[in-house]
């Protein structure tokens, strides 16, 4: 059995994509999870929930933590979605599961709203949003193309 693993950044896009295959059908299994930061400076404190998206996705939603008094302010979003061919997706209420698959592509977007030193004020999870929208119809073989135009 062989299985590759193909990922890529994409300024086309705005994503990260990550393409599973295998040599024989079905055999793509998995689960996906996705995990923020915490803060180490006060025990307990949380500042990131994950949360499953239906039908097939997972989004990570946090802040930077406080330190030295200072509280954070960076907000930052990450969503990832499975787009699976052959299979089952199974989504959680934090982790997806992809069973028996012949292909998987999992294009990832992440945005903060850092605008600049002075400015804080953008919606990540609108960008990320945008991202994940704007690539709904794109195939995987598009994305790469695009990817490889753009380099």
Same mark, same amino acid.
């Given at each position: 059995?062989?299985?590759?693993?193909?990922?890529?950044?994409?300024?086309?896009?705005?994503?990260?994509?990550?393409?599973?295959?295998?040599?024989?059908?079905?055999?793509?299994?998995?689960?996906?999870?996705?995990?923020?930061?915490?803060?180490?400076?006060?025990?307990?404190?949380?500042?990131?929930?994950?949360?499953?998206?239906?039908?097939?996705?997972?989004?990570?939603?946090?802040?930077?933590?406080?330190?030295?008094?200072?509280?954070?302010?960076?907000?930052?979003?990450?969503?990832?979605?499975?787009?699976?061919?052959?299979?089952?997706?199974? =989504?959680?209420?934090?982790?997806?599961?992809?069973?028996?698959?012949?292909?998987?592509?999992?294009?990832?977007?992440?945005?903060?709203?850092?605008?600049?030193?002075?400015?804080?004020?953008?919606?990540?999870?609108?960008?990320?949003?945008?991202? =994940?929208?704007?690539?709904?119809?794109?195939?995987?073989?598009?994305?790469?193309?695009?990817?490889?135009?753009?380099?």
């Amino acid at each position: 059995m062989r299985f590759a693993r193909e990922a890529f950044s994409s300024p086309v896009d705005q994503i990260i994509v990550v393409h599973l295959t295998a040599d024989k059908p079905g055999q793509i299994s998995f689960i996906a999870e996705i995990f923020g930061g915490k803060n180490t400076q006060e025990v307990g404190d949380e500042y990131f929930t994950v949360s499953g998206v239906k039908p097939n996705g997972l989004v990570l939603k946090g802040k930077s933590s406080t330190y030295l008094g200072i509280e954070g302010r960076v907000k930052y979003v990450t969503g990832v979605k499975a787009v699976a061919q052959g299979g089952k997706m199974t =989504l959680q209420e934090e982790s997806l599961t992809v069973k028996g698959a012949d292909e998987v592509t999992l294009p990832i977007a992440a945005a903060t709203n850092f605008i600049n030193y002075k400015d804080i004020s953008a919606d990540p999870e609108a960008r990320v949003k945008k991202y =994940l929208f704007d690539i709904k119809d794109k195939s995987y073989d598009q994305l790469r193309r695009d990817h490889i135009v753009e380099h």
